[in-house]
């Protein structure tokens, strides 16, 4: 996707300890910086507040990364986040994280295709989705594709 169409944009610094022998960052932080990514887009989009104090737990049931290009220590990053769909009990979330860009052109780095399916957390086992869920994410997410008043 091109960096306009998320509505989510959350930027920051690679640290060193993130980073390998080969001077590039190791491949299990591409993880951690789609976590980073979710967390953020979750607290932009006041999910948790919109649960009303109801718990709204997931466990990610299947993640995938696809590298394109290294990132390098000390480098500032943006990651990007939307919700791609949902369904019964889960739902399906990409990540892409950038080199940052001021001018908004694209640098991508490496995407996280996540399945995050909601549970119960005393057996752990999938429970239905709210109602809300999707449409709230939808909602977000729409404001990418929304022109920006002159």
């Given at each position: 996707m091109a960096r306009a169409e998320y509505a989510f944009n959350h930027r920051f610094r690679v640290r060193w300890s993130e980073t390998d022998a080969q001077g590039v960052v190791f491949n299990a932080r591409y993880l951690d910086y789609a976590d980073i990514a979710i967390t953020e887009y979750w607290r932009e989009t006041k999910l948790r507040e919109q649960a009303g104090g109801d718990p709204l737990e997931?466990?990610?049931?299947?993640?995938?990364?696809?590298?394109?290009?290294?990132?390098?220590?000390?480098e500032m990053i943006d990651v990007m986040a939307r919700t791609i769909s949902t369904g019964r009990t889960s739902m399906t979330q990409t990540v892409e994280i950038h080199g940052a860009r001021d001018d908004g052109s694209e640098d991508l780095r490496a995407t996280v295709d996540l399945v995050s399916v909601y549970v119960d957390l005393e057996t752990h086992r999938p429970m239905p989705l709210p109602d809300w869920v999707g449409p709230a994410f939808a909602e977000f997410d729409a404001k990418a594709t929304q022109p920006v008043p002159a």
């Open positions: 997931f466990h990610v049931k299947k993640a995938t990364v696809t590298w394109f290009a290294p990132i390098l220590p000390d």
